[in-house]
């Protein structure tokens, strides 16, 4: 089935920097939303992107929904150890229909 | 609200045994799904509903049935369970024809010995 192009994969990084992930989709889409799971936890949304180039702000949390309707970015800044765990991004042609998931974004934070 | 509600938490069962996981939502929402997750795999759909009495395939349906007899409940059968069927699987659900995000219940892990 078709799905979302997210990368990196995962990330090692030390507390206080700054985080960056894309997802990038061959189809165009409508609403692109990002997801974050803790260990053992069902995922949680954070941000929801709703118009091209939008740009939404949650906390430390920037997200970004893409010019072309075909990508979209998520950044942390100054990363804490809470941070920690699965980011996904998911996106959707229209207003229904199935969301499609990227694979995820592994976030290590080291203290 | 209590959202979006799975049972069993966990469950361990033998090869060729059956069960349902449950899901239940207090929102009203018309459209709920089922996804299984794996290392690596992201989340992958396994059935969804848009609607009471309706029911449709997703990206790996093949050992699982549903059904939606209400609008709250969406269970998922397992008729003869499958090593290969071991993972999280996670109930989500939205309303349809808007733009309203998708929220998902805390998950059910499943081990098939």
């Known amino acids: 089935g078709q799905q979302l192009n997210q990368s990196p994969q995962s990330m090692f990084i030390q507390e206080g920097e700054d985080v960056s992930m894309n997802c990038t989709s061959s189809?165009?889409?409508?609403?692109w939303l990002w997801y974050k799971q803790d260990p053992g936890e069902g995922p949680v949304l954070l941000i929801a992107?709703?118009?091209?180039?939008e740009l939404t702000s949650n906390g430390r949390l920037t997200a970004q929904f893409g010019i072309t309707r075909k990508d979209s970015f998520l950044n942390i800044s100054a990363s804490i150890p809470s941070d920690v765990g699965i980011y996904f991004c998911?996106?959707?042609?229209?207003?229904?229909?199935?969301?499609?998931f990227g694979k995820g974004t592994k976030l290590s934070v080291k203290p | 609200n209590a959202g979006v509600t799975q049972t069993p938490k966990f469950q361990v069962l033998k090869t060729g045994q059956s069960m349902t996981l449950q899901c239940a939502q207090d929102?009203?929402?018309?459209?709920m799904s089922w996804y299984r997750q794996d290392p690596g795999m992201g989340l992958r759909l396994i059935h969804y509903?848009?609607?009471?009495?309706?029911?449709d395939q997703g990206e790996v349906p093949n050992g699982y049935n549903v059904s939606r007899s209400t609008t709250e409940d969406f269970p998922l059968r397992l008729l003869s369970a499958a090593p290969s069927q071991t993972s999280v699987y996670f109930c989500?659900?939205?309303?349809?024809?808007?733009?309203?995000?998708?929220?998902f219940g805390p998950g059910t892990r499943l081990l098939v010995l």
């Open positions: 989500a659900s939205r309303k349809e024809y808007t733009q309203e995000t998708q929220y």
């Open positions: 189809s165009i889409f409508n609403t």
């Open positions: 992107l709703y118009k091209a180039g």
């Open positions: 998911a996106g959707r042609e229209g207003s229904q229909g199935n969301l499609i």
């Open positions: 929102m009203n929402h018309e459209y």
């Open positions: 509903s848009v609607g009471a009495g309706i029911t």
